[in-house]
């Protein structure tokens, strides 16, 4: 057990004997501060990989999208690009590669929280500009946002229906361990009527903060022009059900067993978050399966001519091609949404 986890367990666990359950989203906003500030879990050595971890083809695709809508739009300058959680940096140095072979050439603004994940961003772009929200990145220009995998470690919250009525899902303990129980305070009124009647152990949950970053998201777009690309796995429809998970060493784990410790993420209700943008004004493009939207985008050609520059690395481009769009790997269960603004053409892919 490392200080960590011992640390952070430990905490929630006096937090709760002194005061009582904890919410869910309290419990998961926590753990996924402490996970992220200390490290970085990406690649084989860490927890988990990411698309632009598989391979550069990934970041090259999204600069070649960015740079088409903007060259469309009319090239304004000064341009922003802005990304949300960007991990290792690797997608912006490949994206911001390739924009440039087309003229585009926009500031680099990171949204990022970890320590550790922005001195790796340092190295990999030193150019860049660091945010701890939208807040404070210019409103001078259009803006071009990215989130890969960023949305899906906000915390949600979640709802239960019990014998008497909805209550928030928190975290308690049984004995010394940490354990989802439901909450004392009726919730019912948090739950849109339609969704009220349900049978017990039914759960409904949100993540506010993911709404709120779209909410802020989609008004820049509206105010300055611009475009964003959110990509995460996750549902088109609303649904009913909890969809927390944990992941540590590349398999998964107990959420609940060492917080701080393991990546904890949950699939993005991508139907809300379009209503919102489209809420605030902003053009919803389409919500995509990323193996189709990557192939729209012509991946395929770039792998072969990736393969027929360097062959000796053929079959290594050949099996990260497929990890990206197979149906059974990422290709189906992650999706790519698009926003823009109204006055912004469309994108390719959608
Ligand atoms: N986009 C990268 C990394 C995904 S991991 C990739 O695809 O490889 C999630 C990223 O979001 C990390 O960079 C993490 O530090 C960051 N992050 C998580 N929660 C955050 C928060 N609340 N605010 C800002 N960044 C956050």
Redesign the pocket.
Known sequence: MSEGEAGLAAIFRRLIANTGPISLMHYMGES??RY?NGRD??GDEGDFI????ISQMFGELIGLWLADLWIRAGRAEPVHYV??????G??AVDAMRTARRYGLEPRVHF????TA?KEVQLRALPGAFWH??LTSVPQDGPVLIV????LD??PVRQLVMTAQGWRERMIGLDGDRLVPVAGQQPMDAAVPEARREAAPGTIIETCP?AAAIVYEAAGRLVAQGGAALLIDYGHEAIRDGSTLQAVRAHSRVDPFAAPGEADLTAHVDFATLASIAQSRGAKWLGTVPQGQWLRSLGIETRAQSLAAYAPQHADAIRSATERLIGEGQMGLLFKVMGLASPDWPDGVGF
Do not use: I, K
């Open positions: 996924n501060a992220y879990p990406l990411t698309a632009p971890e990304e949300l959680g960007p991990g290792r690797t997608l949204v990022e929280s970890s994940l701890d929200s989130g890969n995998e960023f470690a906000l903060g």
